[in-house]
């Protein structure tokens, strides 16, 4: 990345730019949109995708030039076609209606939100109380509601702990969606563990890795930065706690842009340090065109601030992995020479 070399010597200049690392795309994140792209190229356009691949405008807008068309219900998708489910997950009756109009589905829900959805089913079956902590109405909270609606009640922040209620205080399970805030996800459990001593934890963290790096990597660069801009889409809920993170650990001032253009000049006001980051659905593309505008500005020294390695990789949806193994099987007994 060309911004990213150090400015070479010249006139004093207390501008510089922190980049936090990791940022961007997570793996569940890279999984979905190489599906959408893969499955264009398999089977032609168009390919139906119910709600935005993943929170990213940039993303969808070029998703949709190739040819995917996105929509709000399965019910828009005409009978018989093929529809991919989104990276936040879906509710069984979505996989239902499915069915009933006869479409080809291919499901691009992380893996991680997976693991939530499978969490949720096991406790309902155990007969426990589910507290998922979440946004309400965000996408992936109403699919893992889906998986046990009668079990599951939503826990919307700290703030939201007074009002709920349980069948029996001795068999209650807190799970959460996989994009929150660190932070505010514990305020909340300690809060829930104070009005529920017995309440058990999940297995294992819920808060995907991909979110609690990206902030651990914000918390790093907040306390030294005069102004954070974190690239990503604003119903992006990873990108927006990204802010929130940045404020909490210091940063004077944050704002979440999708473009290098949404940024306002005055924001630069006084300012020595910029702190950047990106939501995990964004492409590496816009935080360049960040780097560049805050160059052209004067900030084009550009310090790493690295908090953790990531190797996580996810396999393509299972659908589209049996259909190009076919072909690619296809294609090779086709290269056979004749006997
Ligand atoms: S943010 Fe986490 S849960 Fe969501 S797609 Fe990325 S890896 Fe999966």
């Keep these: 990345m ?34 959408v792209e893969k499955a264009l190229e398999q089977y032609g356009s168009p390919i139906y995708v119910r709600h935005e691949i993943v929170h990213n405008k940039y993303v969808v807008q070029t998703l949709e030039r190739k040819g995917a ?21 879906v509710a069984p009756t979505v996989h239902a209606e499915a069915a009933e109009r006869k479409l080809a589905t291919i499901d691009a ?11 949720a089913v096991r406790f309902a079956n155990e007969d426990y109380d589910i507290l998922l902590i979440g946004h309400e109405g965000h996408e992936e909270v109403i699919g893992t509601s889906g998986e ?24 209650v399970v807190w799970l959460s969606q996989t994009t929150l805030s660190v932070d505010e996800t514990m305020e909340t459990v300690d809060k829930l563990k104070e009005k529920f001593p017995q ?41 927006v706690r990204l802010v929130e993170v940045a404020l909490g650990a210091g940063a004077r001032d944050a704002h979440l842009v999708d473009f290098a253009d949404e940024i306002d000049e005055a924001w630069l006001e006084g300012v020595s340090t910029v702190g950047v980051t990106s939501g995990a659905s964004v492409p590496d593309v ?54």
């Design 2 to 35: 060309g911004g990213m070399t150090a400015t070479p010597a010249g006139p004093s200049n207390d501008k510089r730019v922190l980049l936090a690392a990791p940022r961007g795309y997570c793996a569940g994140v890279d999984r979905a949109v190489i599906a």
């Design 69 to 89: 068309i996105f929509v709000d219900e399965t019910a828009e998708v005409p009978e018989g076609s093929i529809v991919m489910f989104s990276a936040h997950g």
């Design 109 to 119: 829900t992380c893996p991680l939100v997976t693991k939530v959805h499978k969490e």
């Design 148 to 171: 046990a609606p009668e079990h599951i009640t939503l826990v919307d922040g700290p703030d939201d702990v007074a009002n709920v209620t349980v069948r029996d205080d001795s068999k």
């Design 199 to 239: 309440l058990v934890s999940p297995p294992s963290d819920d808060i995907c890795y991909a979110t609690q790096n990206r902030q651990i990597a914000v918390k790093q660069m907040g306390a030294d930065a005069d102004l954070v801009i974190v690239v990503g889409s604003k119903n992006s809920s990873n990108s």
């Design 286 to 339: 816009l935080v360049e065109g960040v780097l560049e505008w805050l160059s052209q500005r004067g900030y084009a020294d550009v310090e790493l601030v690295k908090a953790a390695e990531e190797s996580i990789t996810f396999s393509l949806p299972k659908e589209l992995r049996r259909d190009l193994r076919a072909e690619a099987a296809a294609l090779s007994a086709g290269d056979r020479p004749a006997t």
